[in-house]
């Protein structure tokens, strides 16, 4: 993991250099430590804001100011999707200001990968290359909600293992029912008390 930092850094770096005005806002986070547990992994990185510049490490001794745990796929979309920070697929210890920080930095990084593209592989290939990535995540993802759907009701149709919406509601009624029949019971209790 740690060979891979480099890397990263140099990529995170890069493209935080290409939105000056996300960069700009680095200098809330001047020497704030964030470490960042994969959980599928199990490695702890932990970024660091030096001079509007993000430095990798995966030491863990010094004490984090924000520690974010979740899966790699999940810390993946954190960057199309800032709001999932706070979701309950991601578990946030430490301080929760900074993260709100965190999240509206990430709300407002733009970073444009189409024209990075086109500095290595010319105008004429960046567009079809961008352009087959966004069909392929546009695939995937309705992909994944179309599994998550069949699998859902894969569950309450067949395996008959998830109750459905009308049983759900049937459930909740006897519920209400259940509820202002003990509410009624306890009133009578209560004026049959000397």
Not at 42 to 47: E, K, L, P, S, V
Not at 147 to 173: C, G, V
């Amino acid at each position: 993991m740690s060979s891979l930092l480099k890397p990263l850094e140099l990529a995170l770096n890069t493209a935080l250099g290409q939105d000056l005005e996300t960069k700009a806002k680095l200098d809330q986070f001047e020497q704030r430590r964030i470490a960042v547990h994969i959980k599928d992994f199990n490695h702890t990185i932990t970024m660091t804001v030096v001079d509007q510049q993000l430095v990798l490490s995966t030491n863990t001794e010094e004490t984090a100011d924000l520690t974010i745990t979740a899966n790699a796929m999940t810390l993946a979309k954190l960057g199309s999707d800032p709001d999932s920070l706070f979701s309950a697929e991601i578990d946030i210890n430490g301080d929760v200001q900074f993260a709100k920080q965190l999240r509206d930095l990430l709300d407002g990084f733009d970073f444009d990968w189409e024209a990075q593209l086109a500095k290595v592989t010319g105008d004429s290939l960046a567009y079809p290359i961008a352009h087959g990535i966004r069909k392929f995540s546009g695939w995937a993802k309705n992909t994944h909600q179309a599994m998550q759907e069949n699998t859902a009701e894969y569950l309450r149709e067949e395996a008959r293992i998830l109750p459905d919406k009308s049983q759900i509601n049937d459930y909740l009624t006897d519920i209400d029912k259940l509820r202002a029949d003990c509410d009624r019971i306890e009133a009578r209790i209560k004026r049959l008390q000397p």
